[in-house]
Each structure stands twice: as C-alpha cells, then as structure tokens.
C-alpha cells in the first residue's frame, strides 16, 4: 500500500523555486499560492532621492566653484590695483573681487591659503578682468609693478628738517620741497592771510609714498593730513573758545613740543603759556630763540638770549610770528585742552624731563636752585 495520499496538493516549488525565494526576498505568494511582488520600504525610497539631490548640488557646486576658479570667457582688459601696505589675503581678495579681477573674492582666498600663496608686497599691480586664480596668484607672486617708499617724519621736525628727509628719497630734492613750501600754491586752511609759510603746518606721520608722489604731492598730503587732524582735535571752536586763532593755536602746540618730554606733562605746559599770555606776560621759551638761529641742541651766549626779535619770547610779549615746529597729535590736543591750573613757571626737575610747575615766584625760585644743585641748569 502506497504511503502517498492521492487527495494531497502537490508541492507548488521545484527545488529551484525555493531557492530562488531565498535569494530574491522581494517575491512573496499570498494565501493561493501566487506571487506577488514586494513593494519597497519608504525609508529605502527616501534616501534613495536624498542621495540623488546630493549628488546633483554636488555636482552643481564643484561646477559653480570650478567657473569661479576659471571664469569663462578668457581674460579681459588690464586694471590697476593698489595694494596698501599690510594687506591681508583677504582683504587683497576683495580689492580683486571689487576691481573684476577675481569671480569670488571667498574663493581666492580659500584657493590661496590651499596653495600656500602669499604674503604679497605692497603696491601697484596690473591685473586682466576676469582672470582665472592662478594667473592674478601669478602677478601676486610676481611683485609689484610700483612699488612704495616709507617717509617717516617726527614729531617735532622743522620745515627743514622734514624737507631733508624728503630729500633722501631718490629722485626728490629738498630744495624744492622747500621752494614750494615756502611758495604759495599750497596752503593750509589755518594759514593766515598774505602767509605763505607752512612752517608747523605739516603733519608728523609715515607716509606711503609711491613713484608719483613728487615734491609738490607729498607737500599736499602733509598739508591735508595737519587739516584732517585739527578737525579731528576740533581745534577751529577749541581755539575761539581759548581766545586764540587756530594758527596761533597750532604756535603753541609746536613750543609744546619742543618744551614737554614727559606724556602728561603736555596739558601742564600749555596752561603755562595761556596764563602768561592771559597776564601779558614774556613767555621766556628758549626753544623759539633756538629755532630762529637754527641751534637746537647747542648752548645758548647771552648776547643771543638778550638780542631782540620777533621770535626771543624772553624779550617780546606774545607768541612769535610762526609754530617753531610741526607738532603731533599729542601736542595739538593739549594746546586745545590745557589742564586746569594756575602755573605760570616750570622748571626742569630730572634727567627724564619732569618739571617742577610753580604759581608764585618764591616757588619757582627754589624749584630754580633745586635744578641748579643737580647741574640741570
């Protein structure tokens, strides 16, 4: 008797069938044995798009940063570009983004610091529009097609002591400096009428200065700079309010100058000067008899302490007829804003250059004799 029910469904896979449906987990049968297929899971479809969006801003953007890299259309009619002096990368980035050099100021940068380009030297460069990175690198790396030159001047220097300076710089001459200095065509908005002396109306500064910079151009840029300042300070309504014009202002601040070596002691002197001037009083300042007879550092004789002139404040009431000097900002701001007090005397205290400050005679008598013990005067 045979062991096999004849009312028995025969199987419904082959042997390769059900392997197959271990190897392809997709297909499935329902309740009647039919196959159906398995619809895929909403994660899986989901980040199947992610991934495909990705890619194509991906893609999208390696092209966006490649055209910025190298713009099409070939490079484009020459620009100047001035490069100051200091410039980071950055801000290099963006003179070239702002002049049409570069597509993308972000790009150059992050571009240049990958391909270990800079720092670059001050100057002027020529550059094409819309060139590719690596060639405004290359003009970069090239150097500067002009180049500048520092002009330092102290605080402190005469009209002739900065036209020397001027005068070191090849192709300059001091002589013209001083010619047009002394000339006319440029003027100061503090100088008075019918004066063509520019004397402490140049302001102490560095200078960037470049092969077009002539006599004539550094001359007005040191002009422009004293203005700038003393607006700056507002010395025109600080003057009017001391009693005094601005030029006269601008006079105090140069003997300032020459007179205070301590910081502090600034504001000390020039409510010195005031009071003296204020009483009518000599103002007794060395350093203006100095500077007329062109001694700076050299002892004074007597016969040149005594000898009358406009500029010998030991002799003559009043301020002298110019500045003795071109002050700095320190100087200026202490001439418009003298410290509160009643000194009408100072003597030299130490070797640093403190000052003793007196109101009465008596205490500038033994401020005098301390001096002397310690061989200051």
């Known amino acids: 008797m045979s062991d096999v029910d004849p009312n028995a469904h025969p199987p419904t896979h082959s042997r390769s069938d059900a392997h197959l449906g271990l190897e392809n987990a997709s297909v499935l049968e329902d309740a009647n044995g039919r196959r159906r297929q398995r619809r895929p899971r909403p994660w899986l479809r989901i980040l199947l798009a992610v991934v495909g969006v990705g890619l194509v801003i991906v893609l999208l953007a390696g092209w966006w940063v490649y055209r910025k890299i190298d713009p099409p259309g070939g490079p484009g009619a020459q620009v100047t570009v001035d490069v100051p002096k200091g410039s980071s990368t950055a801000r290099i980035a963006d003179l070239l983004d702002a002049a049409g050099v570069v597509a993308d100021a972000r790009v150059f940068r992050i571009y240049s610091k990958i391909d270990g380009g800079g720092p670059w030297q001050a100057g002027t460069y020529v550059f094409r529009k819309n060139s590719a990175v690596d060639d405004a690198i290359a003009v970069l790396d090239a150097g500067p097609q002009i180049s500048y030159t520092r ?12 036209a020397e300076r001027v005068g070191r710089i090849p192709g300059r001459s001091a002589q013209k400096f001083l010619e047009l200095a002394n000339g006319g065509a440029v003027r100061s908005s503090v100088e008075p009428a019918g004066s063509n002396n520019l004397e402490g109306l140049l302001y102490p500064d560095t200078y960037q200065l470049d092969e077009h910079d002539d006599e004539a ?19 025109p309504d600080k003057a009017k309010a001391l009693g005094v014009t601005p030029y006269q202002l601008v006079t105090i601040a140069s003997m300032i100058e020459r007179e205070a070596r301590v910081p502090d002691e600034r504001p000390k002197v020039a409510r010195v000067v005031y009071n003296r001037l204020e009483r009518g009083m000599r103002l007794g300042i060395d350093a203006t008899t100095r500077y ?11 016969s040149e302490l005594e000898r009358d002139s406009p500029y010998n404040t030991r002799t003559r009431a009043g301020l002298p007829p110019t500045p003795i000097s071109n002050p700095g900002a320190a100087s200026l701001d202490a001439a418009a804003n003298p410290a509160d007090g009643t000194w009408i005397y100072y003597v030299i205290a130490d070797a ?17 004799r301390a001096a002397q013990q310690k061989g200051l005067l």
């Open 151 to 162: 002009l330092t001047i102290p605080e402190g220097y005469t009209l002739e002591q900065i």
């Open 217 to 235: 151009r550094i001359l007005q840029r040191m002009v422009q700079a004293m203005d700038q300042k003393l607006v700056e300070l507002g010395v």
């Open 292 to 302: 007329e007879l062109k001694k700076p550092t050299a002892p004074l004789r007597k």
């Open 352 to 368: 640093e250059g403190h000052h003793t400050f007196a109101t009465t005679d008596a205490e500038f008598q033994r401020a005098k």
